[in-house]
């Protein structure tokens, strides 16, 4: 696994672009952060682009488009370094799917056979090493997640929360999310619960206002945009500079 620094500075990879990849790599990106969720990616192409990734230095997280077994361990099996569980409900839908990330005693993630295995047999030696290095962030996105996000933190099978503003700006009814006070301090709170346990945790921090409140909390590692946002605003950059 690639060790990001602290903190690690990501983007969300939303289509199949290797160059995307490469680009930002050499821009100094240490994280990508594959959006299983909203993006256009399937399989296929995270099983070829993972890897690639990571033999560019990336450590390589996937956001999951739904939080149930075989999402977590085709993701798993892949190689990510770490998943990220989106629109948990609450505490136990948290534990429920969590523990599919985890090898017994602290979960329920089943044995497979391929890339992490490095194509053989399983050991004992592997299933501890692999409860330690795939890292499992919950995260926190509704109303009930929110309520119960220090009881989420204390899971043996989270090592991590992260902070998905925009829809728990809605969930807490707030509407758009435009990162007001109200929603900094659930920044502030959800990184706390995660913090008290020893935890890590990182947030989607796009917004500038949000991204300083969480840089001063020492989150693991924040997102800062996507291949998208980056190609329209070089697009629109290439297109002033022509006038």
């Not at 993972?50 to 798993?76: D, M, S, W």
């Not at 948290?94 to 490095?118: C, D, I, M």
């Amino acid at each position: 696994m690639t060790e990001p620094t602290k903190t690690a500075i990501a983007f969300w990879l939303e289509s199949d672009n290797q160059k995307a990849c490469e680009l930002a790599r050499l821009a100094g990106f240490e994280v990508v952060l594959f959006d299983m969720e909203h993006g256009v990616l399937d399989l296929p192409a995270l099983d070829r682009l993972l890897p690639f990734c990571k033999a560019l230095g990336l450590a390589a997280y996937v956001r999951l488009a739904e939080a149930t077994r075989p999402n977590i361990q085709h993701a798993l099996d892949i190689g990510a370094d770490a998943i990220v569980l989106p629109q948990l409900r609450d505490l136990a839908h948290a534990r429920e799917v969590t523990e599919f990330a985890k090898f017994a005693p602290l979960g329920t993630r089943g044995v497979g056979y391929g890339r992490t295995q490095q194509y053989q047999g399983a050991t004992n030696e592997f299933f501890v090493a692999e409860n330690e290095r795939r890292l499992c962030y919950a995260m926190i996105e509704t109303a009930g997640a929110f309520a119960d996000a220090a009881a989420i933190a204390a899971l043996p099978s989270v090592d991590g929360l992260f902070v998905g503003p925009g829809d728990l700006s809605i969930a807490r009814a707030r509407g758009a999310f435009a990162a007001t006070d109200a929603d900094l301090e659930d920044l502030r709170h959800i990184a706390r619960a995660a913090i008290l346990e020893g935890k890590q945790w990182g947030a989607a921090a796009g917004n500038p206002r949000l991204r300083e409140a969480a840089l001063a909390l020492d989150p693991a590692f924040v997102t800062v945009g996507d291949d998208i946002t980056a190609l329209a605003i070089g697009f629109s950059t290439l297109r002033a500079g022509a006038d």
